[in-house]
């Protein structure tokens, strides 16, 4: 079985990924951010280097994809491929940071890489605002962040709710995260497991407004 945890840069994805994986024995997947050699370059100079960012990160995702796909363990893992595109490349490309014809090259790979994956059977989407955002940002100091807009972060906020509602076809659990410390306190973190149960084996009442098929 395959989980994602999706949600904006600082809404605490990977937090959630290691909890959910010591909670439920399962094996986790983090994305391996600070291995990507243009990632520093992209904060200081977005137009030169979006296109070179975006192709890494597909190239990473794609071969995580491939690896769970191969994996007889459930696994969790921290940002999916979908969000790559549908989020990250697709806001680099609306802001005019990747050109029409690099990302119909980009979208063309894309959709040729997904002719052979599937898509997870469960995504968790952290849903967060920008004051909550940039507060997580703040507070775990990673120094390339620190020059992020906050119009690049209102963007990629905007493109998830519209990834969640019109293009991801899965089943999405949506979690609100404003006001909530799932990592300090137990009492959220219940909640968010709660969920995940009534999902994935019909353990608990689950609302309909709190996910989509």
């Not at 977005?46 to 994809?65: A, H, N, P």
């Not at 893992?77 to 680099?92: H, L, M, P, T, W």
């Not at 790979?109 to 968790?124: G, H, N, R, T, Y």
């Not at 962040?145 to 293009?167: A, T």
Request: charged share 30%.
């Amino acid at each position: 079985m395959h989980i994602a945890i999706a949600g904006n840069i600082g809404s605490g994805k990977t937090t959630l990924t290691r909890m959910l994986a010591k909670h439920y024995k399962w094996e986790a997947k983090f994305e391996q951010v600070v291995e990507n050699p243009y990632l520093e370059d992209f904060y200081k100079d977005m137009r030169r280097w979006s296109f070179c960012l975006e192709v890494f990160f597909l190239k990473e995702r794609f071969k995580d994809i491939l690896a769970i796909s191969e994996n007889k363990n459930t696994v969790i893992q921290d940002r999916s491929i979908f969000e790559g595109v549908y989020v990250f490349a697709k806001n680099n490309h609306d802001q005019g940071t990747i050109s029409d014809l690099d990302f119909q090259t980009y979208m063309e790979l894309f959709e040729q890489m997904m002719s052979i994956v599937k898509i997870p059977d469960l995504m968790i989407y952290l849903r967060a605002d920008i004051n909550h955002l940039v507060a997580n940002i703040q507070k775990r100091g990673r120094d390339y962040e620190q020059s992020i807009k906050l119009d690049y972060l209102k963007g990629l906020n905007q493109r998830y709710e519209d990834f969640i509602c019109n293009n991801y076809p899965g089943k999405v659990l949506t979690i609100d995260v404003n006001n909530m410390d799932y990592e300090h306190n137990p009492q959220d973190f219940r909640f968010i497991t709660d969920k995940i149960d009534s999902l994935l084996y019909g353990l608990f009442p689950l609302k309909e407004e709190d996910y989509k098929d």
